[in-house]
């Protein structure tokens, strides 16, 4: 069974619904021996939407660690939102926080949310999702100071196909895989991606089986859940994803070190 948590929001996100005691109450409550909350924080994103308060989430993350603290483990862990020009800037924020866990994540391209739909109706669906990868590369190149890549294939999301063929990307797939590696970084399996009208997490299990060939064992298992209903979503299915991919491992973070739990 999954037992962590390694993605979710609460309303210290912009986009986030319910306190954070409450969203690590709904784990404890669902049987999660660790949660590690991870606020979006999102330089230059428009209108200046996704800024964290970081000083307010710190030290409300660890009153309420205290407060469950003979129920869960809970960790102290951001979203940042890459973009090439911000890797100075980025660099500087993770050195001036102690954060257990740190995911990297391409939430704008070329300025553009792919949640909105101008991105694919400028682009179009394929030349869209394309552009989404060249993206990642650009950022991984600018900033790796991240300890998972988010949701890889995240723009798959709010295309209006909703399905997409991983092998017509592969090519990119695996430069961005490869540079992940050599960076000594792992990635994440989303279960978002099931509740947003995708007939599979994120990424989809192709780039998960193509991680592992490529030798990548560091994985983590996030919800992206921003209420509390959403806290675990669909973790049975990831389960048996992670196991069909040949992962007999998942990996939690304490102190930005990894540590393997057996599935």
């Not at 230059?44 to 989430?57: H, Q, R």
């Not at 989303?190 to 994985?219: D, Q, T």
Request: charged content about 30%; hydrophobic content about 35%; aromatic content about 14%.
């Amino acid at each position: 069974m999954i037992s962590a948590d390694f993605h979710n929001h609460s309303d210290f996100s912009t986009d986030g619904t319910d306190r954070l005691e409450d969203m690590v109450r709904s784990a404890v409550e669902k049987g999660l021996k660790t949660i590690c909350v991870t606020e979006h924080n999102d330089f230059d994103y428009p209108d200046g939407e996704f800024l964290l308060d970081t000083d307010k989430y710190k030290a409300e993350l660890f009153r309420v660690k205290e407060k469950f603290s003979d129920k869960i483990d809970v960790f102290f862990g951001a979203e940042l939102g890459l973009m090439p020009h911000l890797g100075e800037r980025l660099c500087d924020y993770v050195r001036e926080w102690n954060f257990d866990f740190i995911i990297g994540s391409s939430h704008l391209v070329d300025g553009k949310d792919p949640y909105f739909p101008e991105y694919f109706g400028e682009l179009g669906h394929k030349n869209g999702i394309l552009r989404y990868f060249e993206s990642i590369v650009e950022n991984i190149r600018a900033f790796s100071d991240f300890d998972v890549y988010g949701h890889l294939d995240y723009a798959v999301r709010y295309s209006p196909e909703k399905v997409y063929d991983p092998t017509d990307f592969r090519e990119i797939i695996d430069e961005i895989l490869k540079q992940i590696l050599n960076k000594g970084k792992g990635i994440e399996i989303n279960s978002a991606g099931l509740r947003k009208g995708l007939s599979h997490p994120n990424p989809h299990p192709f780039i998960l089986k193509r991680y592992k060939e490529l030798g990548g064992e560091i994985i983590t298992v996030g919800s992206d859940a921003h209420n509390t209903a959403d806290i675990a979503a669909d973790f049975d299915v990831i389960e048996e994803i992670l196991k069909e991919t040949g992962f007999k491992y998942y990996t939690i973070f304490k102190n930005r070190k990894p540590e393997f739990v057996m599935i």
